[in-house]
């Protein structure tokens, strides 16, 4: 009789088992991020930082209740992408190519600094020269979803320090896949000029004419399109497969899906109404906790190991952070102290970016998981250290709109 | 040289492999069904088939574009938990109450009648025992979702004979779970009676406290909460929260997530805003055409692989229709025929519910692969006859609001 019960409620349990990673998943990561974000909304912080730190406390490092699993990376990657999607929606492309001779300065630079700084102090502690290279590599790319997230949510995308921040990530991103590549092919022995060029060429190629005629073209052709379509909601499922669609080309030219989710959104800006705006952020809401807890999960304690690699650890976080600052500062230095800083600070986070070139350095086999477990505590601390310090950056242009500030937010 | 190329162009292809997988499916299957849901407007035909439809042309069967994997899954079954939670807050639970005497007669007879003419043909048929029991099971379940959808595409949820066919569907959910519980412990060659008692329990408690308290709790906890928050888009998480919780805990005693998904919904239907509607629409929006085309890419040709299999699957596909419009219709009899069609109807949709019992027998050894053909074609094909039907059925009730049926809708 015992033996029955067992096997009548073990075939219940295992359809239990099945059915529940869904919903657990989703209550586990959602709830325990919108927890720590009311949490540090009451402790006057930025809430971004809670949803980081809920994916630290439910993930390996601390109670282990989750594992980033193929899920979890899906719908953080789709949050990342909607997430960009809809800063794009916000953004006129005009504005942003106006800036973008200083933005190409600031990515040039913020990434030229970085990478020396980490190639330099890696060699300085004595690691070999093939992950000195990679751990630089790893310190040059920003996660530009952290810092978008601070400033929509503040409703400062507008400003002109915050256009320069985005124009100049979405350089930043091409230059950092070129490093990458560039780094790749050094770990086997040999670079491929002719076919690091054409990339170069696809990824800048296809960025410039969907951000210089995309909005134009769109303008025309969604309207026509619309008034033909009988499907519910047209106009979102138009959106919807523009988003897909350039994320999808992005990545066949050689960029990130972010880039092509931030682009669809910037062509779009001008021709969707605000029900697109309403539909796509509802999705937003969902989906950005999971980017963000997922960020945290990945957070491990290989870094505290031993006395050397918490030191190696500490002094790689200031050279992310202080590089970053010095070296997109410079870049935005005409435009005065206070966006010099703005800019500085908004290109901090490495996040996603800085881990997944590590992952690749590991699954190369050079990188040490010592240095890997350096470069993942690097990539979420610059996550939860930028967001206060943009809080603290932009604070002006929070508190006290003067007519001085009004050309900025036009400009 | 060549080699040289070759490594260079396959580590970003790699890179690119990886990073396509995401955007490719988002666009594979939400495009194709938005295209096919356009193309049966214009056809007069249910854009819902077309999205159906989309997934058996996108999927194995036909053009093997795609395969359902675990990414596809997860969001087909978060598309059909939003779809019955959005369903959920358009309906008054109260309402619901008051049909359930007429809901129980009809899931009821909606269980008994497939059950036993699954059952039976698959006996005159020569097929084992156990196996026609499984296919009879196979039968009982209606998948809501695509009721659901249409009824909601139509504005047509307040309707008395939809109010039925709703509650009609969570009971069914219980009676499908029991059945199925029992018919896999005969597999094995005994039935815990206790355990089944103790989830029957479980299972109807939970539903029917969540039912009939759950908006009155709801309207008192939401607003007294709701004050205190200071975390962004506070209504719209504390939603979310309570959806997964309910999900979760409905899969724990014993039901579909679904089900859990829709009671969330119905207990905030009284105290949530239209912000809360228009963000969650957009995540239903994104993700329904998941659900649909995902129960298209289930379909498979091994129904029609030899003639004797064939004539099994046109028969079992019969049957399904006729048993659940007799039943269901039978149980709603005392409403009026036009009202006892409306509902055998709308409990016609096997969908991914009937399927999953399939693929449990598979699993189990005690269904032959051609029967499980069988039980998919059937599965798939009573989704796509049931919308243009539910149409037909519906359509009085479209065309001209009489003061009669004024009296339907507050009903």
Redesign the interface.
């Known amino acids: 009789m015992h033996a ?2 067992t ?3 073990s ?2 349990a295992a ?2 088992a099945e ?2 990673r ?3 998943a ?2 586990l990561v ?2 325990s991020a ?1 927890l720590l ?2 949490l540090f ?2 402790l006057r912080q930025p ?1 971004i930082v809670g949803e980081i730190l809920a994916g630290i406390l439910i993930g390996p490092a601390v109670l282990n209740l989750i594992r980033p699993d ?2 979890l990376t ?1 719908l953080a ?2 949050g990342v ?1 909607f997430l960009l999607f809809r800063v794009g929606l916000e953004v006129k492309s005009s504005e942003l190519l106006r800036v973008g001779g200083t933005a190409l300065a600031v990515a040039v630079l913020g990434v030229v600094v970085p990478f020396v700084l980490g190639w330099g102090i890696l060699r300085l502690w004595g690691e070999p020269q093939i992950e000195s290279i990679f751990t630089g590599a790893a310190l040059v790319a920003t996660s530009v979803g952290i810092t978008a997230q601070v400033l929509a ?1 503040k409703g400062l995308l507008h400003v002109r320090a915050s256009k320069i921040i985005l124009a100049a990530a979405v350089v930043d991103d091409v230059l950092g896949l070129l490093v990458l ?1 560039v780094v ?2 050094l770990a ?1 022995g ?3 000029v ?3 060029a054409t ?1 170069a060429v696809l990824a800048v190629g296809f960025t410039f004419i969907v951000a210089k005629w995309g909005t134009r073209t769109l303008e025309k052709v969604v309207p026509r399109v619309q008034e033909k ?5 047209a106009q ?2 138009m959106a ?2 523009l988003l ?2 350039l ?2 080309l992005a ?2 030219v ?1 960029v ?2 972010i880039v ?1 989710a931030f682009l669809a959104g910037m062509a779009l800006a001008e021709s969707v109404g605000p029900r697109v705006h ?6 937003t ?2 989906l950005v906790p999971f980017f963000l807890a997922g960020i945290g999960m990945h957070f491990s304690l290989a870094a505290f190991a031993t006395p050397s690699t918490l030191a190696l650890a500490v002094v790689i976080l200031l050279a992310a952070v202080l590089s970053k600052f010095i070296g997109c500062g410079l870049g935005a230095l005409r435009l005065g102290r206070a966006d010099a800083i703005r800019i500085g600070i908004g290109m901090v986070p490495r996040g996603e970016v800085g881990m997944v070139v590590a992952q ?1 350095g590991l699954s190369m086999g050079v990188i040490a998981p010592h240095v890997y477990g350096v470069v993942v505590f690097m990539a979420v601390a610059t996550t939860l250290i930028a967001p206060p310090l943009l809080n603290l950056a932009y604070r002006e242009l929070m508190e006290r709109p003067s007519p001085e500030e009004e050309v900025f937010r036009l400009g």
């Open positions: 029955e019960i096997a009548a409620w075939f219940l359809t239990g059915a529940t869904i919903p657990y989703m209550l959602f709830g919108k974000a009311e909304e009451r809430a193929e899920l899906a990657d789709l992408m949510s590549a790749s092919s086997r040999s670079v491929n002719a076919g690091l990339t379509l009988r499907v519910g909601e979102f499922a919807m497969v897909f669609a994320s999808l990545v066949y050689g990130a899906a092509g309403d539909l796509a952020h509802g999705v809401e969902l690749i």
